[in-house]
């Protein structure tokens, strides 16, 4: 008998949910950073054995919205609770438990075998984990607990283990050869805006956008030309810099993670432009693909 699932990852930002969906995937699929609201879309990997498929989905962090884009982020967190067969809830060994109560709350409600995960349990001691078990089984009574280190690899194999044993039984969803949903644009733009959040302080990687408007690919090369979409004029100069070195080090660094990632030789070239207050705007959200209703077909 063939089993696959859907196994949905989701949490607050920061607990390290990106690190576990690569980890768990064994690719990198999800950029994983140290600032908050790194992900904005809900991406899949998808695992293949002979007689399984587990089709793994990574959501934004969950917040309270103050713009158009975060209520986008959410609506992707909250799709992730209507279509999971398994659900991983991850936290960690500092957050606050009931920081976004009314999320957990509804997480509470399912019905659905749900594991969740206190990661970070190296930067903790044996004392606090254990206390914090105890907190999450009133929390969460119906929960499985499983304390985890994604970034170490401590005790994600156990995990992956429990997943096949609670998976359906049902045919694969996708093609056995297939590794995620997203095309290879959206990866692009993915580790595009990764160099983006790595590089830059203060507002200006919440207030950018990767839009890739060509990618030609042959045998050996890829072709890449994108748009490094701003809210305001001066955060175009920031993100070019003086006499364009700091748009030359994204590209470069781009490249080189593009190239690891694709296997191939890249040619790239970024440019900037100002779209004003695309946060707020539900038009141009659409057009960067922040639909959420789209992301769950």
Known sequence: MHKAGFVNIVGNPNVGKSTLMNRLVGERISIATFKAQTTR??????????????????????LKPNYMLQESMLAFSESALQDADILLYVT???????????????????????????NKIDESDEKKVGELVELWH????????LPISALNK??????????KELLPDSPPFFDKDQLTDKPARFFVSEIIREKILLYYD??????????????KEDKKHIHINAVIYVERESQKGIVIGHNGYALKRIGTEARKSLE??????????????????????????ENFGYNAAQSCD
């Open 260 to 285: 690891r990632f694709f296997g191939k030789s890249i040619f790239l070239e970024l440019f900037v432009k100002v779209d004003k207050d695309w946060r707020s705007s539900k038009r141009e959200l």
């Open 41 to 62: 879309h809900r991406i899949m990997g998808i695992v293949n054995t002979d007689d399984m498929q587990i089709v793994f989905s990574d959501t934004p962090g969950v």
């Open 202 to 215: 203060k507002e200006i990687p919440y207030s950018v956008e990767v839009s890739v408007e060509s990618f």
């Open 154 to 163: 401590f005790g994600t194999d156990v995990l992956l283990k429990r997943i």
């Open 138 to 145: 009133r929390l969460l009574p119906k929960a499985e607990i």
């Open 92 to 118: 960690d060994v500092v957050e606050n438990p009931e920081k976004n109560a009314d999320f957990l709350e509804k997480v509470g409600k399912m019905t659905i075998p749900i594991i969740l995960l206190i």
